[in-house]
């Protein structure tokens, strides 16, 4: 049984990883940009992911919206907790905020993102 384990931890390992830009095209399959925006309303926004030294998706469920940072990306690393300070109304995220990065298991500073603009991404109706 104990080489079955590692038999099948080994072959999980063997996989190709795919690059960030491959995880995000991944996430994006079906879905067609829409034109970019300075700002999302955080209230419609359910969840958000990290794609590792490349941007930040933001789901709001029927839209995901894309952001790639004007400065800091490379700090972006999906084992990291955003931490977003608001400026203006507070229910708005916008280009103008910066997100800081804390490790998931220290809870230590591990860098910051300037955000970039929000790029949605809906997904195509399909013809039936």
């Known amino acids: 049984a ?18 960030p830009e491959a995880k995000l095209a991944k996430m994006l399959d079906g879905r067609v940009a ?5 700002c999302i309303y955080l209230p419609t926004i359910r ?14 469920g029927r839209t995901l919206y894309v952001n790639r940072p004007r400065s800091g990306a490379r700090s972006l690393n999906d084992d990291d907790i955003l931490v977003t300070n608001l400026y203006g109304s507070g229910s708005q995220l916008c280009s103008i905020d910066i997100v800081r990065l ?9 860098g910051f993102v300037g955000l970039g603009e929000f790029v949605p991404y809906r997904k195509v109706a399909s013809r039936n």
């Open 2 to 19: 104990a080489a079955t384990v590692v038999s099948l931890s080994v072959a999980a390992d063997a996989r190709p990883r795919l690059s």
């Open 34 to 38: 829409g034109k970019p925006q300075d």
């Open 47 to 60: 969840s958000s992911r990290i794609i590792d030294g490349t941007a930040i998706v933001y789901d709001a």
């Open 102 to 110: 804390h490790d998931r298991t220290g809870h230590f500073y591990s």
